[in-house]
Nanobody, 127 residues
């Protein structure tokens, strides 16, 4: 059974850090990509970061560049989103998703390419 199981959300103060996990089951990383997206109340879904399965540079969104990083652990089939220097505006539900046939050059932050989604996890940045 194909699954993307997310974990790691929660409440954090501004300036703090969180790490989100996206564990894939039912398939192994090979020729696709994993993207992280977020959606805040009343706002459109936004691409945060993505990474191709094998050997490609990650793509990190402008609003989080320098603060968020994405990485893959092939041993446990998991993609991580490390979030640092969190701001109030980072508050959202975060989703990981799968693009089964990404561009060979760089993965995209356009959500229409992603056809398989995790369950979502809440991140709240608050005092």
């Amino acid at each position: 059974q194909l699954q993307l199981v997310q974990s790691g959300g929660g409440l954090v103060q501004p300036g703090g850090s969180l790490r989100l996990s996206c564990a894939a089951s039912g398939f192994t990383f090979g020729s696709g990509a994993i993207g992280w997206f977020r959606q805040a109340p009343g706002k459109e879904r936004e691409g945060v970061a993505c990474i191709n399965d094998v050997g490609k540079l990650p793509n990190v969104g402008r609003s989080v560049k320098g603060r968020f990083a994405i990485a893959t652990n092939y041993a446990n089939n998991t993609v991580y989103l490390q979030m640092s220097s969190l701001k109030f505006e980072d508050t959202a539900v975060y989703y990981c998703a799968r693009d089964w046939s990404p561009s060979p050059f760089v993965c995209t932050l356009v959500d229409g390419r992603y056809t398989f989604w995790g369950q979502g996890t809440q991140v709240a940045v608050s005092t």
